[in-house]
């Protein structure tokens, strides 16, 4: 299985600690052990768990061959978990994204006896599910500990890894022991996990982040922004907080072109900003930030 | 659309409730009622209807349903127990639909004998996914099913139908209690090859003198020659009840000569040849209603449809011509229809004498058995008598008295009948017993001849 690293998409942008963290997936399905250790990425809103959780999968995809007259081989599932009430209905959710959709049980060691059948016809190496955060109830518990205890049992008896993908309150997962007072319970999952890994948002002057601004500004025809476009890379940081996401949304939302002068973008910027953010105070407007103080604001 | 992730193929040979239990199996199923029920996979097994079209929709497997016509292996519509060969299924094999007829009982692959029944719970195989493992179906059981090899290999396929046909006979001239189909084949066997187990059975049951009376026995006579007729080569049976029939037709007509000869032909017997005419249309609409109802619509009768050809070759040694004041096979079903008597009890009744019957030699068809009108009514008179507590329905009533229903309600409703329901979901009918009591009040109005005890 060959996959293209760190800048090589022309999806998403995979530079930075996106390459480390796509080689770490790569490295979880890639495991020679008979029980795979799974993998938890967590991060802020925005930072690109979906974008890299979906890319990944569907790299790993591309790579077979579909046959019609045999079972179709699907080396990742992924599957966008939405608010479960219970544990069978994480498992249902990724039959369903398998696509088996009918006579599914109710009971968990069901479910999981069927997975595991589909996952051995299909040839699944890793399941992704994003949103893990919509599976988990809000305060560590009885229904908490049902997820964790699901998800052991899935683990054991498919030996398929799982890369879990959600924001910091995923974690809670990871650490039931520390979390529960009134019952006292060996934990389990954490031992089928590899350590957590954190996406952070990009650091407002690493090269990185003028990669990723390049990246999704290239897709309109505009110049490349360089080192010593830190003036504007640092506003376009303030607005986005250093998260893809919203870099995208801002960058969509204004209307840049390859033609206007570093004045012209500054007012897009500006307009774009207004059209989509709902900060009050706009960072390219030289009014509410001028030079002086962006420039000790980020001490350069 | 399909709602499976993992299609199935059908594999050539391979029967229906088979591919549906593979196609369960592959998509992660382990109880075959998550994925159907058992209504669901008979709807399937049908192969066509309105409740088959709903079914395939409702599971999404029309595209492999076309792949191979399923649809040209359906008897009678019923899903039948599984029969597996426990070797096939290990080798993951499809389960084949020529394992499923009666007449098979091995595997002609590897020769296993097919298994139908749990040897440890003595339970029939269902349709459900342990058989696929070589596994009992009953979910508190799960044993491995047995792989025997079959002794039989031999026989041919018209020695199996053979084989059955000696069960048939064996079955209802004693009972033989359960058995699997292949267990029936293997008994057949034994029976065909007529070891010193059934020569006593076979002198037992046939060279008893027949009497109409003794209802048993003759019927085993009649089975016993539809037996023998039903075999496709010599066995040492068929010699046994040749010799047997032959002795019987002799001592019993030669005692009976100049008398009718009181044999009884049974409604199953009668059944059998029923089921051995060639089929049209209206053939099946006549049986139906026959077989559930004991009537007839005199309508559809034809004259192919009631063959009694042994039967009546015996009694036309004995057949007194009468006058031509006599109606042909062709009526008498509509006269004796709305009474409710079956042509059995006729065929009795012109056994016993009560009937005059004129048999017409010259007919090529041998079912132009004429009965005296006159006669008919008689006996069906006589026949109701019997049932005292018997009703009838107001047609009945209307041509027992030669009214119509309006005047039939009308005695009702004078206090000259009673009715009866039985349960709400039952019509109204007449007491018998007050319908005779109003045709003797009627008599001089009435051509019929009354019973004197009326």
Same mark, same amino acid.
């Given at each position: 299985?060959? &996959?293209?690293?760190?800048?090589? /998409?022309?999806?998403?942008?995979?530079?930075?600690?996106? /390459?480390?963290?796509?080689?770490?997936?790569?490295?979880? %399905?890639?495991?020679?052990?008979?029980?795979?250790?799974?993998?938890?990425?967590?991060?802020?809103?925005? %930072?690109?768990?979906?974008?890299?959780?979906?890319?990944?999968?569907?790299?790993?995809?591309?790579?077979?061959?579909?046959?019609?007259?045999?079972?179709?081989?699907?080396?990742?599932?992924?599957?966008?978990?939405?608010?479960?009430?219970?544990?069978?209905?994480?498992?249902?959710?990724?039959?369903?994204?398998?696509?088996?959709?009918?006579?599914?049980?109710?009971?968990? &060691?069901?479910?999981?006896?069927?997975?595991?059948?589909?996952?051995?016809? &299909?040839?699944?190496?890793?399941?992704?599910?994003?949103?893990?955060?919509?599976?988990?109830?809000?305060?560590?518990?009885?229904?908490?500990?049902?997820?964790?205890?699901?998800?052991?049992?899935?683990? +054991? +008896?498919?030996?398929?890894?799982?890369?879990?993908?959600?924001?910091?309150?995923?974690?809670?997962?990871?650490?039931?022991?520390?979390?529960?007072?009134?019952?006292?319970?060996?934990?389990?999952?954490?031992?089928?996990?590899?350590?957590?890994?954190?996406?952070?948002?990009?650091?407002?002057?690493?090269?990185?982040?003028?990669?990723?601004?390049?990246?999704?500004?290239?897709?309109?025809?505009?110049?490349?922004?360089?080192?010593?476009?830190?003036?504007?890379?640092?506003?376009? &940081?303030?607005?986005?907080?250093?998260?893809?996401?919203?870099?995208?949304?801002?960058?969509?939302?204004?209307?840049?072109?390859?033609?206007?002068?570093?004045?012209?973008?500054? +007012?897009?910027?500006?307009?774009?900003?207004?059209?989509?953010?709902?900060?009050?105070?706009?960072?390219?407007?030289?009014?509410?930030?001028?030079?002086?103080?962006?420039?000790?604001?980020?001490?350069? | 659309?399909?709602?499976?992730?993992?299609?199935? #193929?059908?594999?050539?040979?391979?029967?229906? =409730?088979?591919?549906?239990?593979?196609?369960?199996?592959?998509?992660?199923?382990?109880?075959?009622?998550?994925?159907?029920?058992?209504?669901? !996979?008979?709807?399937?097994?049908?192969?066509?209807?309105?409740?088959?079209?709903?079914? #395939?929709?409702?599971?999404?497997?029309?595209?492999?349903?076309?792949?191979?016509?399923?649809?040209?292996?359906?008897?009678?519509?019923?899903?039948?127990?599984?029969?597996?060969? =426990?070797?096939?299924?290990?080798?993951?094999? =499809?389960?084949?639909?020529?394992?499923?007829?009666?007449?098979?009982?091995?595997?002609?692959?590897?020769?296993?004998?097919?298994?139908?029944?749990?040897?440890?719970?003595?339970?029939?195989?269902?349709? *459900?996914?342990?058989?696929?493992?070589?596994?009992?179906?009953?979910?508190?059981?799960?044993?491995?099913?047995?792989?025997?090899?079959?002794? !039989?290999?031999?026989?041919?396929?018209?020695?199996?139908?053979?084989?059955?046909?000696?069960?048939?006979?064996?079955?209802?001239?004693?009972?033989?209690?359960?058995?699997?189909?292949?267990?029936?084949?293997?008994?057949?066997?034994?029976?065909?090859?007529?070891?010193?187990?059934?020569?006593?059975?076979?002198?037992?049951?046939?060279?008893?003198?027949?009497?109409?009376?003794?209802?048993?026995?003759?019927?085993?006579?009649?089975?016993?020659?539809?037996?023998?007729?039903?075999?496709?080569?010599?066995?040492?049976?068929?010699?046994?009840?040749?010799?047997?029939?032959?002795?019987?037709?002799?001592?019993?007509?030669?005692?009976?000569?100049?008398? !009718?000869?009181?044999?009884?032909?049974?409604?199953?017997?009668?059944?059998?040849?029923?089921?051995?005419?060639?089929?049209?249309?209206?053939?099946?609409?006549?049986?139906?209603?026959?077989?559930?109802?004991?009537?007839?619509?005199?309508?559809?009768?034809?004259?192919?449809?009631?063959?009694?050809?042994?039967?009546?070759?015996?009694?036309?040694?004995?057949?007194?011509?009468?006058?031509?004041?006599?109606?042909?096979?062709?009526?008498?079903?509509?006269?004796?229809?709305?009474?409710?008597?079956?042509?059995?009890?006729?065929?009795?009744?012109?056994?016993?004498? *009560?009937?005059?019957?004129?048999?017409?030699?010259?007919?090529?068809?041998?079912?132009?058995?004429?009965?005296?009108?006159?006669?008919?009514?008689?006996?069906?008179?006589?026949?109701?008598?019997?049932?005292?507590?018997?009703?009838?329905?107001?047609?009945?009533?209307?041509?027992?008295?030669? !009214?119509?229903?309006?005047?039939?309600?009308?005695?009702?409703?004078?206090?000259?009948?009673?009715?009866?329901?039985?349960?709400?979901?039952?019509?109204?009918?007449?007491?018998?017993?007050?319908?005779?009591?109003?045709?003797?009040?009627?008599?001089?109005?009435?051509?019929?001849?009354?019973?004197?005890?009326?």
């Amino acid at each position: 299985m060959t &996959h293209q690293l760190a800048s090589h /998409s022309d999806e998403i942008y995979l530079g930075g600690h996106y /390459s480390k963290i796509w080689q770490k997936m790569l490295n979880v %399905v890639q495991q020679d052990v008979d029980y795979p250790y799974s993998l938890l990425i967590y991060g802020q809103s925005g %930072v690109g768990k979906t974008s890299i959780g979906k890319h990944f999968a569907q790299e790993l995809n591309k790579d077979v061959v579909p046959d019609p007259s045999s079972t179709p081989v699907y080396p990742a599932v992924y599957v966008k978990l939405t608010t479960l009430k219970s544990p069978a209905q994480l498992l249902k959710q990724i039959i369903w994204e398998i696509g088996l959709t009918k006579g599914l049980g109710n009971e968990v &060691h069901e479910l999981i006896k069927q997975l595991k059948r589909l996952l051995q016809e &299909h040839k699944v190496k890793v399941i992704i599910l994003d949103e893990m955060q919509n599976a988990l109830p809000f305060a560590a518990g009885q229904k908490l500990l049902e997820i964790s205890k699901t998800l052991t049992e899935l683990l +054991d +008896d498919t030996h398929v890894p799982l890369i879990l993908l959600g924001t910091p309150a995923l974690k809670k997962l990871l650490e039931i022991d520390k979390r529960s007072k009134d019952f006292q319970l060996e934990e389990q999952i954490a031992r089928r996990f590899k350590n957590s890994i954190y996406i952070p948002s990009f650091p407002t002057r690493a090269k990185a982040w003028i990669e990723a601004i390049n990246f999704i500004t290239a897709k309109k025809g505009i110049a490349p922004l360089t080192t010593k476009d830190w003036q504007l890379s640092a506003r376009l &940081h303030i607005a986005t907080d250093g998260r893809m996401a919203l870099l995208q949304k801002l960058i969509s939302l204004s209307k840049l072109s390859a033609d206007l002068t570093s004045d012209a973008a500054l +007012d897009a910027l500006k307009e774009g900003f207004h059209e989509g953010f709902m900060e009050e105070l706009n960072p390219f407007d030289l009014e509410h930030l001028s030079a002086k103080e962006l420039k000790k604001i980020t001490s350069i | 659309m399909s709602y499976f992730s993992v299609q199935v #193929v059908p594999k050539s040979g391979e029967s229906l =409730p088979g591919f549906l239990l593979r196609l369960a199996k592959r998509n992660g199923y382990f109880e075959l009622d998550r994925l159907m029920t058992k209504h669901q !996979l008979n709807h399937i097994y049908r192969g066509t209807g309105a409740l088959y079209d709903k079914t #395939v929709q409702e599971l999404g497997i029309s595209e492999q349903l076309k792949i191979r016509d399923f649809g040209s292996i359906k008897s009678n519509g019923f899903l039948k127990n599984c029969r597996v060969c =426990p070797t096939c299924v290990k080798a993951s094999l =499809p389960i084949l639909e020529n394992w499923q007829s009666t007449t098979a009982y091995h595997c002609d692959l590897h020769h296993t004998v097919l298994v139908e029944t749990c040897q440890a719970c003595h339970k029939n195989l269902t349709w *459900d996914l342990p058989v696929l493992d070589a596994k009992c179906s009953n979910q508190y059981c799960s044993a491995p099913l047995p792989e025997i090899a079959s002794k !039989l290999r031999a026989l041919s396929k018209e020695a199996f139908e053979d084989c059955y046909t000696a069960f048939t006979w064996a079955n209802m001239a004693v009972d033989i209690g359960n058995m699997n189909r292949s267990e029936q084949l293997a008994f057949g066997y034994e029976v065909l090859t007529c070891d010193k187990t059934f020569l006593p059975l076979i002198k037992e049951y046939l060279t008893q003198q027949a009497q109409y009376s003794g209802y048993p026995d003759t019927m085993r006579f009649w089975q016993a020659y539809s037996c023998l007729s039903g075999l496709n080569q010599d066995w040492a049976l068929r010699s046994a009840l040749l010799t047997a029939i032959q002795k019987l037709s002799t001592e019993h007509f030669a005692i009976t000569s100049g008398t !009718l000869t009181p044999l009884y032909v049974p409604h199953d017997f009668k059944k059998h040849y029923l089921e051995g005419i060639p089929l049209d249309e209206t053939y099946f609409t006549l049986r139906k209603s026959y077989i559930s109802t004991k009537k007839v619509e005199f309508d559809t009768v034809s004259k192919e449809h009631f063959s009694f050809s042994n039967l009546i070759s015996a009694l036309c040694r004995f057949a007194i011509p009468k006058d031509s004041s006599t109606v042909s096979l062709r009526h008498w079903p509509s006269v004796i229809a709305p009474y409710r008597v079956s042509a059995t009890d006729v065929i009795l009744a012109c056994c016993q004498g *009560d009937i005059d019957f004129y048999f017409d030699k010259n007919d090529q068809l041998l079912d132009s058995l004429h009965i005296s009108e006159i006669h008919m009514r008689k006996f069906v008179f006589s026949h109701l008598d019997k049932f005292e507590n018997g009703h009838v329905d107001a047609q009945a009533a209307s041509l027992i008295c030669q !009214l119509s229903t309006e005047q039939i309600y009308a005695a009702k409703r004078e206090g000259l009948l009673k009715t009866y329901r039985v349960n709400n979901f039952t019509r109204r009918s007449f007491r018998v017993r007050d319908v005779l009591k109003l045709a003797r009040l009627l008599d001089n109005q009435l051509p019929l001849p009354l019973n004197s005890a009326a």
